[in-house]
C-alpha cells in the first residue's frame, strides 16, 4: 500500500513536470527548465523505489539464492592458509572446536601453549557432569483423574540409568557459534552429514534459500540475537554442528543428570532435584510462557536458574536435541503411533506454558528434520574422548608431528 | 401445631414461585429456583447473576466443527487472560464459570486433551466472567459457553433443533468461527464447507431491533496452526489459497472480519490405549495465536457499542 502510494505521488509529480515543461516551452524558458529538472528527480526517485521494493528486481536466472550477499556478516575465524597446522590450530580454537583439538590423536601433536589454550577453552565452555546413576522417567508424577491404565502406570515406572563422566556445554549453542559452521561450510561437507539425511539437507535454507537455520536471512542470524541460542535448526543439523566441533549431543540420561544432579543419600536412596535450583518451580530464574520476553534471551540471562555443575537454562528458553529418540526404545511405554519416528527433546522454552513441561524429568519429542522457533541444542564430550593431560614425551614429540585435521587430510 | 408453623412458610416459598425469571439466553420465563431453562437449558444462573450484579453481560460464541478444538481454544483462553492481566484481566463470575478452565488446563497438564464435549446443553460449561482492560474504565462482563460440535452441526443442518444455539447466536454480539488448518492443509474441503454452512446460518439469523451478522465482528480462526507453519505466517494469504471459498464467502457476507491462526500443542502424536482406543495426544503445550483474535473481537464489539450510543 505504501509502495503505491508512492508511486500515486510520483506520477503527480511527474504529470506537473510536464505541463510545466510544454508551458515553458511556449510561454518562458526558465519554466521549462524547473519542469525538466523536476521530471528527472522523478524518474531518479521512482528507480529508488523500484530498487527498495521487495521482489522489484528478480533474481537473473544464472543468479541462485545463494550468491545473495547479506546485509551484514559478522567476522569469521580466518581461514588458515594450505601446509599452515599452527594456522589450521589456531583457527579451529577461534571456532570453538577444542573438543576436536583434544581427541588424543591430536592433542598429543599440540604444542605446550595450545593445549593449554584448548584446555582453557574447554573448563570454560564446558562444565564437568560427574559419573553416577540418574532416575529416569515421571517419577514425580501421581495417578489423577482420568488415570491410565494399571499397566501404564507399571511401564511409567522409574529406572535407573548410569551416566559416563562428560562435559556438558555451559550454554546453549548461539547464533554467533552455529554462523562459524556455515561460514565453514558444514552444510556442503557430506563427511558431518548422516548418509540417510544427506538429500533433507538441500532443504536447510533459511528464508532467502540460503543454507542456514530456518529463522536467518541471507545466510546471517539477525545482528540482535548474536548471544541468543541458535533455533530453527533440526536435529540433523545439530548433529552435524556437534560432530564439526568434535562433540556430539547429550543423551538423555546425560542431561537429566546435569540438571537433576542426583546424590545418593544412602544405598538405594537419592535425592534428585525436579529444576536445577531445586524442587519448587521459581520462573524468575527460567525463560518459560509469562516470565519472560516472549522470545529467546541471550544464553547468560537467567543466571539464576544455573544448576549446580554450572550449566546454564537447562530449562526454558530453548527446547533441547538430545541424541536419542522420544519415547526411549527402551521404556516400555507402549501404544505410540507416530508417522515418522521422533527425536528426544527437553528442558522447556520460552513458550512452554506448565510448569510441570519444564521440569528435568519431562521428556517431549519432535521429527528429526522438524526446524521449529524454539528449538535448539547444546553438546557434550565424553571425558573419556578427550586427552587431558600429557606426558612430557608427548610435548618434546608434538614440534617434530605434522598435525593433519578432517579437512586437510592428505589425499 | 407444627403443621400450622409450616404453612406459612411454604405459602411464602409459593409466592416466589409466581414471579417468572427470564432466561438470559432464550427470554422465557422460569420458576425461580431451577437450574436450567425448561425452554432451551441454559444456566439459569446466568439470569441470577445479570440480575443480582446489574451487568448486562455480553455474548460471544466460539463455533466451529466437531473436534476442531472449541473447548481447548476457550479454556485456554480463559487461563492465559486470567494469568497475564497486563491488557485484559479476566475474572470468573459463579464457581461454574471455573470448570471449563480447570478441566481444560488438568487435562492438557498431563498431556491429554480434554474429554468431547457432551451433546446435552445442560451438560456444557458455560463461562461468566468480568473483563477489565487496561485502557478502558468500565469493565466488560461476557459470556461464553462451549458448545459441542455434534449440536451445532445438528443446528445448522437442521435449525432451531437446538434452542439454545438460536437464541444465544442471535444475541451475540461477535463470533469466533473455528477452522481445522491441518485439515485444510491435507485438502480436506469438509472443513471448509461447514465454515461456510455455518457462515450461511448466522448471516441468516436475525433478531429484531439489532444488527445481522453481516454487520457483527467475526474472527475466523485457523486452528492446530502450530502443525501448519503456512497458516501461522499468515493466516490470511492461507485461507486465500487453501480455503477460497471461505475466504470469498467472508468477504462477501461479513462486514467486520479477519483471519487468525491459533495453536496450543506443541507436537502431536496418536497413541493406543485399551480403554479409549487410538486417541490424539499432545507432546507439549505452547499457545500461540489464543489471546490476538480474542482482544480484535472485543475491540470490534466495543468500538461498535460506542458508535451505537
Known sequence: MRTSKRYVILASIALLAALDMVLGWAVWPPVFVAGAVGLVYVLHRAAQARRSTPGAKPLASSQSPEEEVPAWAPAVARKPAPNDPVGLIETMLAQGRYALLLRPQIARTLGEDQFHRALHALSEGTALVPEGEVIMGPMDQRPEDGAPESDELAARAPRVVRVEPLFLDRYPVTNRQFYEFVAAGGYNDPALWDGAMLPAVLDFVDQTGQPGPRLWKGGCYDPAKEDHAVVGVSWCEATAYSRWVGKRLPTDAEWVKAGSWPVSLAVGSRSQRRYPWGDAMDRTRANLWGSGPKGTVPVTAFAGGVSVGGVYQLIGNVWEWMRGSYPPPDATEAGWIFETPLKSIRGGAFDTYFDTQATCQFQSGETAIARKHNIGFRCAVGVCDLLLARSAEDGAAAASIQVYLPEEVPA | ?309
Open chain 2, 1 to 309: 401445631m407444627s403443621r400450622d408453623m409450616i404453612v406459612p412458610l411454604e405459602s411464602y416459598r409459593l409466592a416466589r414461585y409466581v414471579v417468572p425469571i427470564p432466561c438470559y439466553v432464550c427470554g422465557e420465563d422460569n420458576i425461580f429456583d431451577a437450574e436450567y431453562c425448561r425452554h432451551c437449558l441454559a444456566p439459569m444462573a446466568l439470569a441470577h447473576q445479570a440480575a443480582s450484579q446489574k451487568v448486562q453481560p455480553r455474548m460471544v460464541a466460539a463455533v466451529g466443527a466437531t473436534a476442531v478444538g472449541k473447548t481447548v481454544f476457550l479454556g485456554m483462553l480463559i487461563d492465559m487472560l486470567s494469568r497475564q492481566p497486563e491488557r485484559v484481566q479476566l475474572m470468573a463470575r459463579g464457581a461454574f464459570s471455573i470448570t471449563l478452565q480447570q478441566s481444560t488446563m488438568a487435562a492438557l497438564a498431563r498431556c491429554q486433551f480434554p474429554q468431547k464435549t457432551p451433546n446435552e446443553p445442560d451438560r456444557w460449561n458455560w463461562v461468566h466472567c468480568e473483563l477489565r482492560r487496561s485502557r478502558r474504565e468500565v469493565p466488560l462482563d461476557l459470556i461464553v459457553p462451549d458448545m459441542a460440535g455434534e449440536a451445532i452441526f445438528e443446528e445448522v443442518e437442521h435449525p432451531r433443533s437446538y434452542r439454545v444455539i438460536t437464541a444465544y447466536l442471535k444475541k451475540c454480539a461477535g463470533a469466533m468461527i473455528l477452522v481445522d488448518a491441518v485439515g485444510l492443509q491435507e485438502a480436506s474441503s469438509d472443513h471448509e464447507y461447514f465454515a461456510m454452512k455455518l457462515i450461511s446460518y448466522l448471516v441468516e439469523l436475525n433478531e429484531e431491533g439489532k444488527p445481522g451478522w453481516s454487520r457483527r465482528p467475526v474472527a475466523l480462526i485457523f486452528t492446530k496452526a502450530d502443525q501448519c507453519e503456512e497458516c501461522l505466517a499468515d493466516p490470511g494469504a492461507f485461507a486465500k489459497s487453501h480455503a477460497s471459498r471461505l475466504w470469498q464467502l467472508c468477504q462477501e457476507r461479513f462486514a467486520f472480519h479477519r483471519f487468525f491462526a491459533s495453536g496450543v500443542a506443541g507436537a502431536c502424536a496418536w497413541r493406543q490405549t485399551r480403554r479409549d482406543g487410538r486417541v490424539h495426544m499432545p507432546l507439549r503445550v505452547e499457545p500461540v495465536g489464543i489471546v490476538e483474535p480474542f482482544l480484535w473481537l472485543l475491540e470490534r464489539i466495543e468500538t461498535r457499542r460506542s458508535r451505537s450510543k
